[in-house]
């Protein structure tokens, strides 16, 4: 029992891989020792669920990525057929010689006229919440 | 100022040598005089045999006389005969005793209506700004949707790199903070790419190392889809201006097997995949339009480690931006590595970039700073489950690949393959479909059946590619549109070139009939027209006048003659056809230019050295 324990004795995280983690993440690093090391402990508690969770057998078992329907009907649903985009593929032209299809080009692009906006899609205020715009870009500031 | 002599400006402008008459060296041996002007390539043969001396060499005295260009064109052929012309990139491409492994990573914009996750539309050059979903920039609450009609360029363009459809594949996310992602992750498809385990035939015309020899094969490790981020335009003062129209624009990432071993290879295997993806309509944007952008990794290792299958330590260089310059930031890069390990240092594996006219790359990012990703499947989106007859469809619907295409061309029209690629290329595939259409419409005028011999397409593909493109100083000039017409109509120029090839006119006569019709003097469909109306049928003269004419040009030629007679006597090895051309050029002088035929003036005169000339200066 005692070596079990020891084998499961885990790494420490250290300040340096605090400091690491909450800079992958954008998060701003503890202003005081006091905050650092609650920060450790929390973060230590929460490994030693996750190890605990870990030891659950799941040989043979295909990781969920997300939460869908995996019936052969859902499968079905979601398969992308030729069905599916026969809307999309009959907007194409065969052109030349060697038969090849093309997408046909909307009279708007490169003749300068603009595409029409998409209802419901495109027509909402984009730069309503930036903090700074310069016409109709956005403006970020570095250095 | 006084006039100089032509012996001294002879002199310093073959030379760079300057009169010293008068000059305080002729006083004070001791002052070192420098060329004024460094020697070009073609006199560096004369100034080599000038040495250090200031006494003219005899080539130049010689030739004090003969015109300047005819001087300059002996000296570079005398060059090229000794051999030390070094010839462009002899030796760029592989180093004695290094092997250098490339891998590659391409980038290119699919061409969709829609985006990747949102219905907001793909633009290119639009407002600012104007074509945003509320998912492109992360508002909260926004959820992808993934948009099937991608699927349809992504698994084209898979299709024509030979790869195996994945039926089910998974959208992951790669974490990083940058100003142009606005989620906080790109969303990509790490751990179960949509096509693997492809592969790309490069052969000698597109272009590969000679090393690599007749042909090779790169095989795909995987193809996969992922989103574009925004565009960011820098200002000064550390400020950039964002436009998010491209945020979530469909990407696929083409990623190589460290197979390629020379630089050209690398550049020739990226060009190869822009006109294969453009040729299935799936990325139509090159790499000099941003459509398509390439990284590449780079290691060498010495020869005699060849056979221990482990590579040297890899640089990733980003920022290529055209085929040239990946090619130069591999070359670049290898010589670099290759001088740190035999200076006895290690590799870092590093981020380097390269820029226009640079020498050598430059750190980007260090392995400190490499950026750890946390790949995770994405759990807001399902799997991509792929049918299998949509894949058939599109395999089937392809059409004729640009492999096919020009082999076709060089087997059934006898065009060599490099005229074959440069039709393919010019205007987007333009310029081909209108050498289709010339030559469709000179069929029919010639009234040619199939299996005949084909010279009138190879006369229809010169004029394609040469002639027109004499018409004008930029190939967009000619408004060229993609179906094949421009401003000259493919029926006129059929016209013209079938009244050619039937000799009814003139060559120097069609020629000037194509800027006619080019200019608008000659309006469509009006060639046979304006021939008429300038009288410019090719009447050819008899055979009698092309006699007489033959007759009158050899007068006093006896010294020519007699290298036609040696070589009929054995003496010389070649027939001397310089001689018979510069005859015939007389010929063409002194009678009807307009009237005469240069190959029957030359079948003419020919026959009358062997039959007339040469017996009487044998009999003389």
């Avoid at chain 1, 969770?53 to 649903?77: A, C, F, K, M, Y």
């Avoid at chain 1, 080009?105 to 998409?118: I, M, N």
């Avoid at chain 2, 402008?13 to 060296?25: A, I």
Wanted: proline letters at 5%; a neutral charge.
């Amino acid at each position: 029992p005692s070596e079990k324990e020891k084998e499961e004795e885990p790494t420490k995280i250290t300040p340096q891989t605090l400091s690491h983690l909450l800079r992958l993440s954008a998060l701003p690093e503890p202003s005081t020792p006091a905050e650092s090391s609650a920060m450790l402990q929390t973060l230590h508690a929460q490994l030693h669920f996750v190890r605990d969770i870990q030891r659950v057998d799941t040989t043979g078992v295909e990781p969920l990525s997300s939460i869908r329907d995996e019936t052969p009907e859902g499968i079905r649903e979601a398969t992308v057929a030729l069905a599916t985009l026969q809307h999309a593929l009959a907007e194409e032209e065969v052109y030349g010689r060697c038969k090849r299809p093309r997408r046909m080009r909307s009279k708007g692009t490169g003749g300068g006229a603009v595409r029409k906006v998409e209802e419901g899609v495109e027509d909402w205020d984009v730069l309503g919440c930036a903090a700074e715009t310069v016409g109709r870009y956005f403006v970020v500031r570095s250095g | 100022m006084s006039r100089v002599p032509t012996a001294e400006l002879s002199r310093y402008l073959l030379t760079g040598q300057v009169s010293r008459r008068g000059c305080l060296y002729a006083r004070n041996p001791r002052i070192a005089v420098c060329t004024l002007l460094r020697p070009t390539r073609q006199t560096r043969n004369v100034s080599s045999h000038a040495a250090t001396s200031t006494k003219l060499p005899p080539s130049v005295i010689a030739s004090a006389g003969n015109p300047l260009r005819k001087q300059l064109k002996d000296e570079a052929k005398a060059l090229k005969a000794s051999g030390k012309k070094k010839k462009k990139n002899a030796n760029n491409q592989t180093v004695p005793g290094w092997e250098l492994t490339v891998g590659i990573e391409i980038h290119a914009q699919l061409n969709t209506a829609r985006k990747l996750f949102s219905a907001a539309a793909t633009s290119f050059n639009d407002p600012p700004n104007s074509h945003v979903a509320l998912f492109d920039v992360a508002m909260p609450g926004s959820q992808p949707l993934f948009q099937p009609e991608t699927l349809i360029p992504a698994v084209r363009a898979a299709l024509a790199l030979n790869c195996a459809i994945q039926p089910v594949s998974r959208f992951d996310r790669k974490h990083y903070f940058h100003w142009d992602q606005p989620a906080g992750y790109q969303i990509t498809q790490y751990y179960h790419p949509f096509a693997r385990d492809g592969r790309v035939v490069l052969r000698a015309r597109d272009g590969i190392a000679p090393e690599d020899g007749d042909r090779v094969e790169i095989d795909i490790k995987q193809v996969q889809m992922e989103q574009d981020t925004a565009k960011t335009t820098a200002q000064p003062g550390n400020v950039h201006w964002l436009d998010f129209n491209r945020v979530g624009l469909p990407l696929i990432e083409i990623i190589t097997q460290p197979q390629i071993h020379h630089p050209a290879t690398a550049a020739a295997f990226v060009r190869k995949v822009q006109m294969l993806l453009s040729s299935v309509d799936a990325c139509v944007s090159g790499m000099e339009a941003g459509g398509l952008r390439a990284d590449v990794n780079v290691s060498v290792r010495r020869a005699e480690d060849v056979g221990t299958g482990r590579l040297g330590t890899r640089t990733e260089i980003k920022n290529l931006s055209s085929f040239k310059a990946v090619e130069d930031a591999i070359i670049a890069e290898r010589d670099r590595q290759i001088a740190v390990l035999e200076t006895g240092g290690m590799v870092e594996g590093e981020t380097r970039g390269w820029s226009l006219g640079s020498t050598e790359t430059r750190r980007l990012r260090g392995k400190e700073g490499e950026v750890d990703y946390r790949y995770m499947p994405d759990p807001d989106l399902g799997p991509v489950v792929i049918g299998e007859d949509l894949v058939a469809h599109l395999a089937s619907s392809m059409g004729m690949l640009p492999d096919a295409e020009i082999d076709e061309l060089v087997e059934t029209y006898g065009l060599s393959s490099k005229d074959s690629l440069s039709l393919m290329m010019l205007d987007d595939g333009a310029r081909i479909q209108y050498f289709y259409n010339v030559l469709e419409e000179l069929e029919t005028r010639l009234g040619l059946s199939e299996g005949s011999d084909q010279r009138h397409a190879l006369l229809a593909a010169n004029w394609c590619l040469h002639e027109l493109g004499k018409l004008t100083e930029l190939p967009s000039d000619l408004d060229m549109t993609p179906d094949g017409e421009c401003r000259v109509p493919s029926g006129d120029l059929a016209a013209i070139l079938s009244h050619l090839h039937k000799r009814e006119i003139t060559a120097r006569v069609a020629k000037d009939l194509l800027w006619g019709v080019f200019r608008g003097e000659i309006s469509a469909g009006g060639v046979a027209q304006a021939i008429e109306a300038g009288s410019l049928w090719f009447q050819e003269i008899s055979e009698q006048d092309y006699a007489k004419l033959a007759d009158a040009v050899v007068q006093g030629e006896d010294k020519v003659l007699g290298e036609f007679l040696r070589f009929k006597q054995g003496k010389a090895k070649a027939y001397p056809h310089g001689k018979l051309m510069f005859l015939v050029g007389k010929m063409m002088r002194a009678g009807p230019e307009q009237r005469m035929d240069p190959a029957s003036a030359e079948r003419v005169l020919r026959a009358r050295i062997e039959g007339v000339y040469l017996p009487a200066l044998e009999g003389s």
